[in-house]
T-cell receptor, first 115, second 112 residues
Framework: NAGVTQTPKFQVLKTGQSMTLQCAQDMNHEYMSWYRQDPGMGLRLIHYSVGAGITDQGEVPNGYNVSRSTTEDFPLRLLSAAPSQTSVYFC??????????????FGPGTRLTVL | KQEVTQIPAALSVPEGENLVLNCSFTDSAIYNLQWFRQDPGKGLTSLLLIQSSQREQTSGRLNASLDKSSGRSTLYIAASQPGDSATYLCAVEMDSNYQLIWGAGTKLIIKP
């Protein structure tokens, strides 16, 4: 059971380049999400999904796209990277339940620098 | 709009002390509150989850309390150890929508 995995761990992009951050989970969780973490701020939700084929926007979706073709995978695409997207990106997953199993599991993060 | 605040931003205490980390939120209509630990360069690990109907949760040396009416939660760490050094974050979930609203965290340093 690998939990939530993210690749790559580090990435440097030039302004205008595009790339995809990968996220996968092997816990059969319905809910998956992407957050970004900036210094001195709390994590902010970018996009989320409640199941395969279903995605929705979070607090800061501009400049990012997602898709959910399978339960396991939830890639985050940067369409045209900007320096403001320099951040640490976390993927999380959980069951769609109500109660003690609401715990969300996080990946190790991807540290992205846009020059 | 829900806002989550953690004060202080950083805390340094000698090993062995009991300590309390604070989390406050502006909208008391939360679904649950979670405490997480983040080690440098690593992901987040869930420590405790308190449902809105609960007052506290315990796990080992950790105890988290929730007072919805006052918009406050505390994380109590007993007999602190150097291995407890990390950043502790709290997050609230509103209306069972699975979206977490985060505090900026408290960076805790336990001095041997």
């Amino acid at each position: 059971n690998a939990g939530v995995t993210q690749t790559p761990k580090f990435q440097v992009l030039k302004t205008g380049q595009s790339m995809t951050l990968q996220c996968a989970q092997d816990m059969n969780h319905e809910y998956m999400s992407w957050y970004r973490q900036d210094p001195g701020m709390g994590l902010r939700l970018i996009h989320y999904s409640v199941g395969a084929g279903i995605t929705d926007q979070g607090e800061v979706p501009n400049g990012y796209n997602v898709s959910r073709s399978t339960t396991e995978d939830f890639p985050l695409r940067l369409l045209s990277a900007a320096p403001s997207q320099t951040s640490v990106y976390f993927c999380a997953s959980s069951y769609l339940t109500s109660g003690p199993d609401d715990e969300q599991f996080f990946g190790p993060g991807t540290r992205l620098t846009v020059l | 709009k829900q806002e989550v605040t953690q004060i202080p931003a950083a805390l340094s205490v000698p090993e062995g002390e009991n300590l309390v980390l604070n989390c406050s939120f502006t909208d008391s209509a939360i679904y649950n509150l979670q405490w997480f630990r983040q080690d440098p360069g690593k992901g987040l690990t869930s420590l405790l989850l308190i449902q809105s109907s609960q007052r506290e949760q315990t796990s080992g040396r950790l105890n988290a309390s929730l007072d919805k009416s006052s918009g406050r939660s505390t994380l109590y760490i007993a007999a602190s150890q150097p291995g407890d050094s990390a950043t502790y974050l709290c997050a609230v979930e509103m209306d069972s929508n699975y979206q977490l609203i985060w505090g900026a965290g408290t960076k805790l340093i336990i001095k041997p």
